[in-house]
């Protein structure tokens, strides 16, 4: 039986970052509204669309859970991935309305000064946030999840964006009041520069995407094991966090089912060896010595 010890500390992550964002957007957007910062507001907006991005993590890691069926054979790991993608299709909705705020605000002249309360605020998020992605990208790394490390990937971004809004904000209060309208453009900026990549990675992981250099390693593995002849064609995809490997390779003909089978199995420990997460099948064709 599979076990999904790592989909449930995968919860943990989206679970904490759901709680960080819900308390520094509210946080964000109330102190940016009573302080009169754009900047912060669209931070706090930006942590909004972090909310539902993590809460489809979240039902994506708890799909993903679920035991294969009959017309699941596979497992159902990709849903994480699909998590990530519908994620990024929120984070580039919202990050267009940002940006189109904060043109609409620059072309109309609308600077006003925001208080240092908001800068505070500022600096205090992207703190709380860089914690959070220490947290989440550790977690990321121990269960290999491509759903958990875009999370920390975003948690990161989130961070960096506060401290560039606690500098936008600071500038304005010291005379630039046209700063922080600046800010909240740049923060509209990445935040589509997030969902874009997020996008990316996962529309190429379920499309059967796959590193390439990955499959060099595998291939290495696979060449150095004993009795291996030639590597003659490797494939690999993911499923969740999980690698799928389809390896043909070539040994001696003389060899009887049992000895092939053994080496089956020691490819298959060297390759865990390395990948803990991958599966692998071999498909075995003999190699006949020439006489001379």
Known sequence: MENYDDLRKGERGAW???IAYIFLAVLKIVVGIVGNSDALQADGLNNTTDIVASVALLIGLKISRIPPDEDHLYGHR?????SSLIASFIM????????WRAVVAFWNQEFITPSMLTAIVALFSGIVMYVVYLINN??????DSQAVKAAAYDNRSDAYVSFGTFIGITGAVVGLAWLDNVTALLVGLLIIYTAWKIFYDAAHTLTDGFDIGKIQAIHTIIADVPQVHQV???KARMNGNRIWIDATISVKADLNVAESH??????ETAIRATYPNAYTLVHIEPYFEEKQ
């Open 16 to 18: 904490l970052s759901i």
């Open 78 to 82: 990709r849903t994480e991935t699909i």
């Open 92 to 99: 580039f909705l919202v990050g267009i309305e940002v940006v």
């Open 138 to 143: 550790n977690l990321a790394k121990k269960v």
């Open 232 to 234: 003659l064609d490797i």
């Open 262 to 267: 053994a080496i089956t199995e020691k490819i």
